[in-house]
């Protein structure tokens, strides 16, 4: 079975600290994405990765930054976390080459709140 | 440019009649589609795919999809609810011509009445 492990399923944090959030999968997939989950809002791309150290901004970037050093490990990092990031966070990996079965498979999320 | 449009937040029906969750699309390309399903609590699950080799498209759990070039369609349906089939449904795009990127729909939550 294809696995997400998301390091944490809770955490609480409090303003202004540096959040590190955690994806690793194991299928060997060159992408990797982060979305945050809002009610109404559906799925938003923060930012994802095609290679290792390559990164590209999603659709709402402000305030995130992310690291990937291997190919297996995507991290999201909240430089200074405020309140309106409390969401839930959800990690995904696909296959880059669209022929090669590129559904994204998904961890079970980080639910995130800043107080 | 890509998009997705889930025409219902909400859509409640009983069970053992027929769901229909509606997905309009935008895409300049032959696009790749899906279907995820998010249980409470739950990660998501890909409930079924379009990648151009059928239009109709059978899923898990007794779900289908058919894609509609002509209408920009892909809708979900399954031809009787069950109480398990309430969770929060997401029509997704896949963004050619690069990354594989995912768009995603704003979720239709699905509730199943006895």
């Known amino acids: 079975d294809v696995k997400v492990t998301q390091s944490s399923r809770y955490l609480v944090k409090r303003t202004g600290e540096k959040v590190f959030l955690e994806c690793v999968q194991d299928?060997?997939?060159?992408?990797m994405f982060w979305y945050r989950q809002d009610p109404g809002l559906g799925l938003r791309l923060i930012y994802f990765?095609?290679?290792?150290?390559?990164?590209e901004k999603g659709d709402i970037p402000e305030g995130y930054s992310v690291s990937r050093e291997k190919k297996e490990r995507f991290s999201l990092i909240l430089e200074s976390a405020s309140t309106n990031q409390t969401s839930m966070y959800l990690c995904?990996?696909?296959?880059?080459?669209?022929?090669?079965?590129?559904?994204?498979?998904f961890g079970q999320g980080t639910r995130l709140t800043v107080v | 440019a890509q998009s997705v449009t889930q025409l219902d937040s909400h859509v409640s029906v009983s069970e053992g009649t027929p769901v229909l969750l509606r997905c309009n699309y935008s895409?300049?390309?032959?696009?790749?589609l899906f279907w995820y399903v998010q249980h409470p609590n739950k990660g998501l699950q890909l409930l079924l795919k379009?990648?151009?080799?059928?239009?109709l498209v059978k899923g898990i759990n007794g779900f289908e999809a058919e894609f509609k070039k002509s209408e920009t369609s892909f809708h979900l349906t399954k031809p009787s609810a069950h109480m398990s089939d309430a969770a929060e449904y997401f029509c997704?795009?896949?963004?050619?011509?690069?990354?594989?990127?995912?768009?995603f729909g704003a979720g239709t939550r699905l509730a199943v009445h006895p």
């Open positions: 995904a990996s696909s296959f880059l080459q669209r022929d090669l079965n590129t559904e994204a498979f």
């Open positions: 299928m060997d997939h060159e992408n």
């Open positions: 990765s095609y290679d290792v150290k390559m990164k």
């Open positions: 895409s300049s390309y032959s696009p790749s």
């Open positions: 379009y990648t151009s080799a059928a239009t």
């Open positions: 997704v795009v896949s963004v050619t011509g690069g990354y594989n990127k995912l768009i």
